[in-house]
């Protein structure tokens, strides 16, 4: 689903359909630090607009950014321009990022290979 009005934002991770033709947005980064600027950004218009009543992105911490393929956007990297988003003149809904972390690591499970290119390699 597309949320935004605007310059084609492109498609969301998940909504939740809310009464009132409304909808919650949910995105789970898996690109580079800038998908997530995307994402976020995407989620804003969408409040702005009052398109959606809230969203959230989802990353991974810095310590779990390091088992993952490279270059995944982490919470560390998007932590410095919250105070960009805390200004947006949004009179009603929630915009959210939650910061993921591994359970454990286990030596018995090998790790996945990744390319120079940022992919798992098979």
Not at 30 to 40: F, M, Q, W
């Amino acid at each position: 689903m597309k949320i935004a009005s605007r310059l084609r934002p492109g498609p969301i991770d998940s909504v939740k359909f809310l009464p009132g033709n409304r909808y919650f947005a949910v995105e789970w980064e898996t690109g580079n630090i800038s998908s997530s600027h995307r994402a976020i950004n995407k989620m804003a218009i969408g409040l702005l607009d009052g398109v959606i009543e809230g969203g959230v992105l989802i990353l991974p911490s810095r310590e779990m950014y390091q088992y993952l393929t490279d270059r995944v956007g982490n919470f560390a990297e998007i932590e410095p321009y919250f105070n960009v988003w805390k200004n947006l003149k949004i009179s009603n809904g929630l915009l959210a990022v939650i910061e993921i972390e591994h359970d454990d690591l286990s030596e018995d499970v090998p790790p996945i290979r990744k390319g120079t290119d940022g992919r798992a390699l098979k």
